[in-house]
C-alpha cells in the first residue's frame, strides 16, 4: 500500500509538472464546454432577414412587427422589387427575404387566402431550413390569431410539444458528447501517454526489474487519471448546471456509477493502446485516430447516428461513446433510472471487461 | 572472498522461436567480483541479463542469482538486485530527493530508511546544492552516478550494470568506475555491460559472448596471454572475427562495440 501511495504521489508530479498535462486536464474541459456552449449552437439568433413587401398595408405590418419582436430575427432591410433579392443575398447579411404578394391584406379577406414566400440563401442548407420553420411558425401563430374572430369550419390542428429539452437548447446534447470527449481524451489517451512516456524513457524497464508488480505498476499509472476523471466530470456537470442550466432529472448516483463504468472503460483501451505502442507519439496518433474521432463523429454527438449509411450505423455500435452518450441524454434529460439504462449499461460493463482482459493479457505478452 | 557463489548459470539457454538467442551457457560469480559480461550486437548478452534480472523466462538450463532461482523465485531474485539500465533510468521531472524517495518506496524502503539514504547518497555525491533541483538539469555524468547510488538503495547483494557509462566523457567515467571499485569492495558483486574495452581491462573477470555462445571467460590478464594480444580489445577481435562467427556487425556512430 505504501508502494502504491509513493508511486501515485510520483504520477502526481509527472501530470502536475507538465503544462501541456495541465491544459488538457482543466483548460480543454472548460474551453470546449464554453465553445461548444456559446459558439458552435444549432439554434439561430438575430438573424438578419430583408422584406418585400408588395402589399403594404396593416397585414402586412403587424406581421412584420410580430417577426421583428422575435428574438431569432432582425429585419435589415427592405427590397424595393423581385430582382433586388438576390443582390442582397450575394451582399452575404441577409439570409433570408420574406415576400408578401400583391393585395395581401385583401385576398386574405375576400378569398381566405394570403400567399407569403420565403426566400432562404442555401448556401447553408442547415441554417436555411431552421429560417424557414422558424418563419412558418410565427406565420401560423399569427394565422391562428386571426382565426379565432372566423373560425374556419374544419381544421386540424397540430400542435407539437418537444419533451425533455422544450426550447430546443443544443447545449444540452452538447453537454453529454462533451463529457464523453473529455472523459475519453483523459482516461484513454493521457494513461496511454503516460505509460508509454515510461517504456520510452527506460524507466518501465527498471520499475519491471524492480519488486514492484506490473499489475501495482499499471494501477499505480491510472489510478490519478481515474481520481482526475471523476474531477473533471464534476466539473462539467458543474458548468452544464450553472452556465447552460442544463438539468439532471435523474439520479445523481446512477450518473456518477455509469461515468466511472465509463472512465474504466477507457482506461482499460488506454492500457491496451499502450501495450501496442513504443512510444508517445505513437500512442498519440493511435488514440486521436483511433478514439477521438469515432467519439466525435459516430457516437450520435454531432451528427445523429439514425441519419447515418447502415454500415456505419453498425459501426457505431461498437463505440463505447455511443452508449455512454445515450445513458448520460437518458439521465441527464429524461430522469430515468437502470430500468430503461440495463442495456446500454451491459453492454458498457462488457466491452469494459473485454478491454481490460485484452489489456492484461497483451502486456503479459510483453514481459516474457 | 572466492569461495560464495552469488550468481551461478547452468546450461541457459533463450529461444524466440526457431532462433536460439542464448545457447546453453554456463559460468559463476562470486561474491564481491566485478563481473565484465562482453559481447557484439546480437551475441545474446541483453537477452542472457534479462533472464537473470527475472524479466525474461529461460527457455531450459538452471540459474540461480543470490541463492533464489530465476525461473521459480524471480520475485526474491529482484528484492536481491539492483539494475541500472544503459539508458539513463530516472525522472527528469522529479527532484533528486524525489527520485531517491520513489525507488526507495518502491524497493520498501521505510521513511525513515529513505530519508538516510537521501542524505548519504546526497553528501557522497556532494549533490547538497541542488538535492531540490529536477534531476533533468543534471549533466549526464552527475545523473549516472545518482542511478548507480539509487540502484544500490536497498542494498542489494548483486547489482547489474548495462552499459552504464555509455555518452560520458573518459574523466567521468573514471570516476565511476571508482564508484563501482568502492561498492565491490564493501562486498556488492557488479555484474557489469560495457562496450568500452577499456572498462573491460578495470573487471576482475571477463566474459566474451560471441553468437550465443560464452567463447572466453577469464581474468583480463590471463585472456591476453590466451590470445597473445596486449589489449581487451585485440582479445574481443580475435574472437570475433574466429571462425566460429562472421565478421562484427558495422561500428555504431558512437564507436566501441555494442550490444
Known amino acids: ?102 393585395d395581401f391584406a385583401q385576398n386574405l379577406q375576400t378569398h381566405k387566402k394570403g400567399k407569403v414566400q420565403v426566400v432562404t440563401d442555401a448556401t447553408d442548407p442547415n441554417t436555411a431550413n431552421t429560417i424557414t420553420n422558424y418563419i412558418q411558425s410565427i406565420l401560423q401563430h399569427y394565422q391562428q390569431e386571426i382565426n379565432i374572430s372566423n373560425v374556419a369550419p374544419h381544421q386540424i390542428q397540430v400542435k407539437s410539444r418537444l419533451y425533455y429539452n422544450p426550447e430546443l ?100 483501451l488506454g492500457i491496451l493502446i499502450s501495450t501496442i505502442s513504443a512510444t508517445q507519439q505513437t500512442a498519440m496518433m493511435i488514440s486521436l485516430m483511433g478514439l477521438m474521432l469515432p467519439v466525435i463523429l459516430l457516437s450520435g454527438f454531432i451528427f445523429p447516428i439514425s441519419s447515418m449509411p447502415l454500415a456505419l450505423q453498425y459501426i457505431s455500435n461498437i463505440i463505447p461513446a455511443k452508449w455512454f452518450i445515450i445513458i448520460l441524454k437518458g439521465i441527464m434529460l429524461k430522469g430515468v433510472g437502470i430500468s430503461f439504462l440495463w442495456k446500454e449499461t451491459l453492454i458498457l460493463i462488457g466491452m469494459m471487461v473485454f478491454f481490460l482482459a485484452l489489456s492484461i493479457k497483451k502486456y503479459k505478452i510483453r514481459l516474457e | 572472498m572466492r569461495s560464495e557463489k552469488v550468481i551461478e548459470v547452468g546450461n541457459l539457454t533463450k529461444k524466440f522461436g526457431d532462433f536460439t538467442a ?16 562482453l559481447g557484439a550486437n546480437g551475441a545474446g548478452k541483453t537477452t542472457a541479463m534479462k533472464m537473470l534480472i527475472g524479466i525474461s523466462k529461460p527457455t531450459s538450463g538452471e540459474a540461480t542469482v543470490a541463492g533464489f532461482d530465476v525461473k521459480s523465485n524471480s520475485e526474491m531474485v529482484k528484492k536481491s538486485i539492483g539494475y541500472m539500465s544503459q539508458r539513463f533510468s530516472m525522472y527528469d521531472d522529479l527532484t533528486i530527493k524525489e527520485n531517491i524517495t520513489f525507488f526507495g518506496g518502491i524497493y520498501g524502503l ?74 565491490a569492495h564493501k562486498g556488492t558483486t557488479i555484474f557489469v555491460t560495457t562496450h568500452y574495452m577499456d ?31 596486449d589489449s581487451m580489445e585485440g582479445v574481443f577481435l580475435k574472437l570475433a572475427r574466429g571462425p566460429l562467427t562472421p565478421a562484427l556487425p558495422a561500428g555504431r556512430p558512437k564507436g566501441g562495440i555494442k550490444d
Open chain 1, 1 to 102: 500500500m505504501k508502494r502504491f501511495i509513493g508511486f501515485v504521489k510520483k504520477e502526481f508530479y509527472h501530470i502536475f509538472r507538465d503544462k501541456r498535462s495541465m491544459f488538457i486536464l482543466f483548460g480543454m474541459p472548460i474551453a470546449q464546454i464554453m465553445l461548444f456552449g456559446f459558439a458552435i449552437t444549432n439554434e439561430i439568433n438575430n438573424v438578419d432577414l430583408a422584406i418585400l413587401d408588395k402589399s403594404k398595408d396593416a397585414e402586412t405590418e403587424k406581421i412584420i412587427n410580430s417577426i421583428s419582436a422575435s428574438k431569432h430575427f432582425k429585419i435589415e432591410a427592405v427590397v424595393g422589387n423581385d430582382d433586388q433579392i438576390e443582390d442582397i443575398f450575394k451582399k452575404g447579411n441577409v439570409k433570408a427575404v420574406l415576400v408578401f404578394e400583391k
Open chain 1, 169 to 268: 437548447k443544443s447545449v444540452f446534447t452538447f453537454v453529454p458528447g462533451v463529457m464523453t470527449v473529455i472523459l475519453m481524451l483523459v482516461s484513454a489517451m493521457m494513461t496511454s501517454i503516460s505509460i508509454t512516456r515510461e517504456k520510452e524513457l527506460g524507466t518501465m524497464e527498471i520499475l519491471l526489474v524492480s519488486p514492484i508488480k506490473p499489475f501495482q505498476v499499471i494501477t499505480g499509472k491510472v489510478f490519478p487519471y481515474i481520481f482526475l476523471s471523476i474531477i473533471n466530470a464534476i466539473m462539467i456537470l458543474l458548468l452544464g448546471y450553472f452556465v447552460f442550466e442544463m438539468p439532471i432529472e435523474g439520479s445523481l448516483i446512477l450518473l456518477a456509477l455509469e461515468t466511472v463504468l465509463f472512465i474504466v472503460t477507457s482506461l482499460a
Open chain 2, 22 to 37: 542464448v545457447k546453453g551457457i554456463s559460468f559463476e560469480v562470486f561474491k564481491g567480483e566485478i563481473f565484465g559480461f
Open chain 2, 110 to 183: 521505510n521513511r525513515k530508511q529513505i530519508r538516510q539514504k537521501t542524505e548519504s547518497v546526497i553528501e557522497e555525491l556532494q549533490l547538497q546544492d541542488v538535492a531540490d533541483k529536477l534531476v533533468g538539469s543534471l549533466p549526464l555524468g552527475w545523473k549516472q552516478k545518482l542511478a548507480f547510488s539509487v540502484s544500490l538503495l536497498h542494498e542489494p547483494k548483486i547489482v547489474f550494470l548495462d552499459e552504464p557509462t555509455g555518452g560520458v566523457d573518459p574523466i567521468t567515467r573514471r570516476q565511476f568506475w571508482e564508484l563501482i571499485y568502492a561498492e
Open chain 2, 199 to 229: 572498462e573491460a581491462e578495470y573487471c576482475d573477470r571477463v566474459s566474451i559472448m560471441v553468437d550465443g555462445v560464452i567463447e572466453a571467460l577469464d581474468t583480463p590478464k590471463k585472456l591476453k596471454e590466451q590470445f597473445k594480444t
